[in-house]
Structures are given as C-alpha cells and as structure tokens.
T-cell receptor, first 112, second 113 residues
Framework: SQQGEEDPQALSIQEGENATMNCSYK?????LQWYRQNSGRGLVHLIL?????REKHSGRLRVTLDTSKKSSSLLITASRAADTASYFC????????????FGRGTQLTVWP | DTEVTQTPKHLVMGMTNKKSLKCEQH?????MYWYKQKAKKPPELMFV???????INESVPSRFSPECPNSSLLNLHLHALQPEDSALYLC????????????FGNGTRLTVT
C-alpha cells in the first residue's frame, strides 16, 4: 500500500498542551499533505509540504518532513477543544495523475 | 461551510433503486474526485476527472457510474448497490498540478438497505 500510516491512532490531551502526530509512507512523493476531519464532515486541508521542504508553519501548526526516513510530523501547539478531530496525512505516491492516498488517521481529543 | 456542495446530505436506498449523488464547485477547479469513506477508515479514491474527462477509475464496480457534465458539476449514479456500499461519499475538487490541495464537500451519507 502507498498509504501513509499515522501514529498514534488516538491521542487524548488537555487544552493548552501540544499534540504531535506522525506519519510514515512508503513511496517517493511530490508532496505530503495534512487534512482534518470533524466527525461526519468533509476533510479540510491544513498544510502541504513539498518534497524539497523540511519544515513548514501555519498558525499553530508546524509540519516537518524527512524524505530520507519517509516520515512527517504534525505539531499543533497550545491545543484547544475545537481541535478535536481526526487528522490524516496524504501522499501522492510520486504520481502526477491526481491520486492522493490517505493514511489511517489519528483521532485527537482535546479536553477542556 | 465548504465551497464544494454535495447533495443530498443523507440518502437511504434499497438494493434495486437507482439514485444519484451530486457535487458542485465554483472555484474554477478542473480536477474533481469521488472518494468513499467507511466509518473510522480513511477516504478511498474512486474516480478522478480532469478537464471533464475520466482520468482515473480505481477499479470501482460498475454499479457506481460517474459523470461530469461540465467543469462545475460531478455526479455519481448508483444502481443495484449492496449493503456494504453504505458509506460517506465525498466529492473533492482541485486545480490541476501536483501541489494543489483538495477541497472537500461535507459528503453524502449513504445507507443501502
């Protein structure tokens, strides 16, 4: 499978704490993307990091990419109850055809 | 709210019914996608349209028939479905190009009885 694999599968923290999720993948990539999904809703794109980038920031989000280890991490700082959701990493398998493969996801619960 | 609109939000259909899911976007995106998501699982790609032409079919059974009437609309026609086809069906769109993120609708929750 070309899908990414997130770790941990579930994460439970208190408001104000940082949350770190990891993603590993198997193939070459053009980019790696992170999405968030609230229960029963569609996915929302959070951040895209290109294969030649090592770190990217967006607000309280920090993403790192290590192509030599085929892994990425998503850090959410100062988490809020509203951050409770499932987080998925997605890779394109190096394809230019439009395929995007999603990992199993991490269920994040932030307690007030 | 999302910029990709899917209708209906919920659909219950029998195994002999014919129904259609609809998706609409007005962001000028020329790539559109159908994904299927079972509970507590990641989305799985079904179809990709580029410039209104089917470019990827991920070996989806023929009881699912996609259609892209124009650059803003994407349909998924359903016929003779099985109970195991019950899932959340997500539509997405994007600009063409490898570094274009997907914009998802909120999905249609389909139940096949």
């Amino acid at each position: 499978s070309q899908q990414g694999e997130e770790d941990p599968q579930a994460l439970s923290i208190q408001e104000g704490e940082n949350a770190t999720m990891n993603c590993s993948y198997k193939t070459s990539i053009n980019n790696l993307q992170w999405y968030r999904q609230n229960s029963g809703r569609g996915l929302v794109h959070l951040i895209l990091i290109r294969s030649n980038e090592r770190e990217k920031h967006s607000g309280r989000l920090r993403v790192t990419l290590d192509t030599s280890k085929k892994s990425s991490s998503l850090l959410i700082t100062a988490s809020r109850a509203a951050d409770t959701a499932s987080y998925f990493c997605a890779t394109d398998g190096g394809s230019t055809l439009g395929r995007l493969y999603f990992g199993r996801g991490t269920q994040l619960t932030v307690w007030p | 709210d999302t910029e990709v609109t899917q209708t209906p939000k919920h659909l219950v259909m029998g195994m002999t019914n014919k129904k259609s899911l609809k998706c609409e976007q007005h962001m000028g995106h020329r790539a559109m996608y159908w994904y299927k998501q079972k509970a507590k699982k990641p989305p799985e790609l079904m179809f990709v349209y580029s410039y209104e032409k089917l470019s990827i079919n991920e070996s989806v059974p023929s009881r699912f028939s996609p259609e892209c009437p124009n650059s803003s609309l994407l349909n998924l026609h359903l016929h003779a479905l099985q109970p195991e086809d019950s899932a959340l069906y997500l539509c997405a769109s994007s600009h063409l190009g490898v570094n274009s993120p997907l914009h998802f609708g909120n999905g249609t929750r389909l139940t096949v009885t």
